[in-house]
């Protein structure tokens, strides 16, 4: 096939690596790409949230799928126009994609589908916001409603530091006061076709900047899968996946199709396990980073089929996802200042003798070349991924990759996936 993938970060590298794995000759292009994806496949300097210019270019090079990484393009409605000229797209419509566009949006259509998620308190004005949080209680949980990179939920204590942020995020639109959860947190991702649903296996990231879940919130900085202490309260993983799916991922994709805006792409599930049962923390509209670095390694199913059969409305016809037995794990090499300032432009070494390792890859997430050299361009520039037999394996191997690598000021967290490898 002709795949256009558009991105820029280290989830598009690892979308393009899963492809080009497959060995079917696939013809891969991304826009815009990153160095390191630049060093797999060709690059065009497309602007990813110009549907009208992603539509052309498909045309003109003949694509048989669109792949659509990051949520800014199907936020601004970039599969709309690709998708109104025939070309099969693998990421929801402008108005589908609003289940991650706009906190408000998703809670409507999980009270109205009947998933299980947090009550939720709707603020326009600081004033509602403070009368939310009194309401709930400590801890209290506030939420941007719109995009937020990642940034926009605060879970604290402290009830000026959630004025605070409510106060914050209020200058960009309305927020979201929610009701606290405790437990687990689990992500889980369903391909969807508008109807049907196939899932993947589960995987769990760490949000927090530092150590021991310490620090602002940030677009992730490490992930594994599997799950191991999911057989231990469900009994199997995928005994775990068909609740979650039951429940959740098919009730919210009828919703969607039941009021004219199919969700074709892939559904992301923000979960947390209580202990009254599983709830929705928030829903994505794509692959989530850094959780995709570690499930598209285990993944047997060739890739490009199962989101083909997506954009084209054959999932029924496709089978089951299968996984390998394999674990990975993935840490996240941030950038100084990462995430309030991180300082660009510094030389990153090392890359190439970490990548050489037995089970490691590293995938780009914010590189450029400047004079000939490998240099950080963003917040979180690299993803090193280990795969082995087993996650303390998997975990060895992601840090071993990492020790090779230096950036100065660089950050990276050392406690990723230790306590269910020890």
Not at 27 to 53: F, K, M, R, Y
Request: with cysteine.
């Amino acid at each position: 096939m002709r795949i256009l993938v558009l991105g820029s970060g280290a989830r598009e590298h690892a979308i393009v690596t899963a492809l080009l794995a497959e060995d079917a000759g696939h013809a891969i292009t991304v826009a815009p790409g990153n160095a390191g994806i630049a060093a797999d496949v060709p690059v065009v300097s497309i602007d990813p949230t110009n549907g009208a210019l992603v539509a052309e270019y498909a045309l003109e090079n003949a694509i048989d799928l669109v792949v659509v990484g990051p949520e800014a393009p199907l936020i601004e409605g970039v599969a709309d126009p690709v998708r109104t000229r025939g070309i099969p797209v693998f990421g929801p419509s402008k108005a589908a994609a609003q289940l991650e566009g706009s906190k408000s949006f998703a809670k409507r259509i999980m009270h109205e589908a009947g998933v299980p998620t947090g009550r939720p308190v709707f603020a326009a004005t600081l004033a509602d916001a403070t009368r939310a949080l009194d309401d709930l209680g400590a801890p209290h949980v506030v939420k941007a409603d719109g995009l937020a990179a990642g940034k926009g939920v605060l879970v604290t204590d402290d009830r000026q530091a959630a004025l605070d942020h409510a106060a914050y995020w209020l200058q960009y639109g309305g927020v979201v006061v929610e009701e606290y959860l405790d437990g687990e947190e689990v992500s889980l991702f369903f391909v969807s076709d508008g109807h049907d649903v196939r899932a993947l296996s589960p995987a769990q990231d760490a949000k927090r900047l530092l150590d021991g879940d310490a620090g602002p919130n940030t677009g992730g900085m490490g992930a594994y899968s599997p799950l191991p202490w999911l057989d231990e309260r469900w009994g199997s993983e995928a005994a775990f996946v068909r609740e979650v799916e039951e429940l959740v991922a098919l009730p919210t994709v009828r919703q969607l199709e039941h009021e004219g805006t199919p969700f074709v792409g892939l559904l992301y599930c923000g979960l947390i396990v209580t202990e009254q049962g599983v709830r929705v923390i928030e829903f994505n509209a794509r692959f989530g980073d850094p959780e995709t670095q570690v499930v598209l390694p285990r993944l047997e199913t060739p890739l490009s089929e199962v989101m083909l059969a997506a954009a084209t409305g054959r999932l029924a016809e496709a089978p089951a996802l299968t996984f390998r037995a394999e674990a990975a794990v993935t840490v996240v090499l941030a950038s100084e200042g990462y995430p309030e300032n991180p300082h660009t432009g510094r030389v990153l070494h090392g890359v190439d003798d970490a990548a050489s390792l037995d089970g490691v890859s590293v995938l780009h997430a914010a590189t450029g070349i400047l004079d000939g050299e490998l240099v950080a361009t963003g917040g979180r520039v690299l993803s090193v991924v280990g795969v082995g037999p087993d996650l303390r394996t998997a975990r060895a191997r992601a840090y071993d990759g990492i020790a090779r690598i230096s950036l100065h000021g660089g950050q990276h967290r050392t406690d990723i996936a230790k306590k269910v490898s020890a």
